[in-house]
């Protein structure tokens, strides 16, 4: 089974802070997604990449800049963190199952940013 | 663009059944996903529809109406574990973004 690692359960930032969160997959699967998740908000996904140095925005981009300098580690990264940005953010990867891309996700990051 | 709609918090009893609508309009269509996520866990995948019709998963079942934009879970012998919520999403066309509705918080009562 596919295994996606995210190096932090839990951070507690300060507002202006730079803060990265990792995520590792064990596959040599393409996609990968960052999404955060909101109480009545649900999932929305911040970006996307398809392979190495490639990056697409999602639905909330702003605030967010994205690395994937190799194939099993996506990063997310929050030049300046605000408490806006107080989410669970969850790491994903895209495994291709009967045509379509099926998610696993990472056990997530709950960040909060004071 | 894409919107997915499903209804907040539902409230079933335990041996019931139960289902769980949810409408969605695309840009380019390439399959509707059902998603169960229990408190403080990650989501897991459980289904996937891209023709029209029922697929039967043991006690999930999950149904899809293309022309009408229109999908539910239906889930039968409900059992304490299924209290969760369900996330139906929908993906556009192949590689594109995969992209969720708010969830529906399924509360299951002995």
């Known amino acids: 089974d596919v295994k996606v690692t995210q190096s932090s359960r839990y951070l507690v930032k300060r507002t202006g802070e730079k803060v990265f969160l990792e995520c590792v997959q064990d596959?040599?699967?393409?996609?990968m997604f960052w999404y955060r998740q909101d109480p009545g908000l649900g999932l929305r996904l911040i970006y996307f990449?398809?392979?190495?140095?490639?990056?697409e925005k999602g639905d909330i981009p702003e605030g967010y800049s994205v690395s994937r300098e190799k194939k099993e580690r996506f990063s997310l990264i929050l030049e300046s963190a605000s408490t806006n940005q107080t989410s669970m953010y969850l790491c994903?990867?895209?495994?291709?199952?009967?045509?379509?891309?099926?998610?696993?996700f990472g056990a997530g990051s709950r960040l909060t940013v004071l | 663009g894409q919107n997915i709609d499903q209804p907040t918090e539902m409230t079933a009893t335990e041996g019931a059944i139960v289902q769980i609508n949810c409408t969605y309009q695309?840009?380019?269509?390439?399959?509707l996903f059902w998603y169960q996520q229990h408190a403080g866990e990650a989501p897991t995948f459980l289904s996937y529809?891209?023709?029209?019709g029922l697929e039967e998963k043991g006690r999930f079942s999950s149904f899809l109406s293309r022309s009408k934009g229109y999908s539910y879970l239906l889930l039968k012998e409900l059992q304490m574990k299924d209290s969760a919520s369900y996330l139906c999403?929908?993906?556009?066309?192949?590689?594109?973004?995969?992209?969720f509705g708010k969830g529906t918080r399924l509360h299951i009562l002995p």
């Open positions: 999403a929908s993906s556009g066309r192949r590689d594109d973004k995969i992209i």
């Open positions: 596959m040599d699967h393409e996609n």
């Open positions: 990449s398809y392979d190495v140095k490639m990056k």
């Open positions: 994903a990867i895209a495994r291709a199952l009967w045509g379509a891309n099926v998610l696993t």
């Open positions: 695309t840009s380019g269509f390439n399959g």
């Open positions: 529809n891209v023709l029209d």
